[in-house]
């Protein structure tokens, strides 16, 4: 059994699957941030360095998590995103606050060109944000926990459920042969 076999829930399928529907909304978030603060960038001509920052982070999520979406469907898949995720978590959350200090209250109308608020459009991008780190760091805890029981598998020896079971006979009976090898019984 794959989801729960011997190696718990965080080697099995469904925390696979959490993972790939994490995934999927990190890349769903950072193709909304992209295209929101592409408008800014394009319409405002207008280039903070938060602004940069901010699609800069969201580009390079986008790009790794095209890849990163189809890892977890993988059945030896074992947490190897670790450290990307990692590092996107801890750059998500600076992207946040950067926003939330450029947007947040009445901040939003001044870092806009004149007549031009677009607030809604600020306050999506921080809400994108919040989606998007808050599934970042569940995606680091869960595969912090897939990659430590994966070692930990490694490192008892367990192997397959398949291969480790008892040894038996054609009348089902369990065999006493020494360290695990096959007795041959001829059918009378």
């Given at each position: 059994?794959?989801?729960?076999?011997?190696?718990?829930f965080?080697?099995?399928?469904?925390?696979?699957?959490?993972?790939?529907?994490?995934?999927?909304?990190?890349?769903?978030?950072?193709?909304?941030?992209?295209?929101?603060?592409?408008?800014?960038?394009?319409?405002?001509?207008?280039?903070?360095?938060h602004?940069?920052?901010?699609?800069?982070?969201?580009?390079?999520?986008?790009?790794?998590?095209l890849?990163?979406?189809?890892?977890?469907?993988?059945?030896?898949?074992?947490?190897y995103?670790?450290?990307?995720?990692?590092?996107?978590?801890?750059?998500?959350?600076t992207s946040?606050?950067?926003?939330?200090?450029?947007?947040?209250?009445?901040?939003?109308?001044?870092?806009?060109?004149?007549?031009?608020?677009r607030?809604?459009?600020?306050?999506?991008?921080?809400?994108?944000?919040?989606?998007?780190?808050?599934?970042?760091?569940?995606?680091?805890?869960?595969?912090?926990?897939?990659?430590?029981?994966?070692?930990?598998?490694?490192?008892?020896?367990?192997?397959?459920?398949?291969?480790?079971?008892?040894?038996?006979?054609?009348?089902?009976?369990?065999?006493?042969?020494?360290?695990?090898?096959?007795?041959?019984?001829?059918?009378?």
């Amino acid at each position: 059994m794959d989801t729960i076999g011997r190696g718990g829930f965080f080697s099995g399928r469904i925390a696979r699957t959490l993972l790939g529907l994490s995934n999927f909304v990190i890349l769903a978030s950072s193709i909304i941030i992209t295209g929101i603060l592409s408008y800014f960038l394009h319409h405002w001509g207008y280039r903070g360095t938060h602004l940069v920052y901010n699609e800069v982070i969201a580009v390079l999520t986008l790009l790794f998590y095209l890849i990163a979406i189809v890892l977890p469907a993988l059945k030896s898949y074992r947490g190897y995103m670790l450290p990307l995720n990692l590092a996107l978590t801890y750059l998500w959350l600076t992207s946040l606050i950067f926003s939330s200090q450029d947007y947040s209250g009445r901040r939003c109308q001044y870092f806009s060109p004149r007549f031009v608020n677009r607030c809604g459009l600020k306050h999506t991008v921080q809400a994108f944000q919040i989606i998007g780190f808050s599934f970042l760091l569940f995606n680091t805890i869960l595969e912090a926990l897939m990659w430590a029981t994966h070692r930990r598998e490694q490192r008892l020896g367990s192997g397959d459920a398949e291969k480790d079971r008892p040894l038996t006979t054609t009348t089902g009976t369990t065999t006493g042969a020494p360290n695990g090898e096959r007795v041959m019984q001829a059918t009378v």
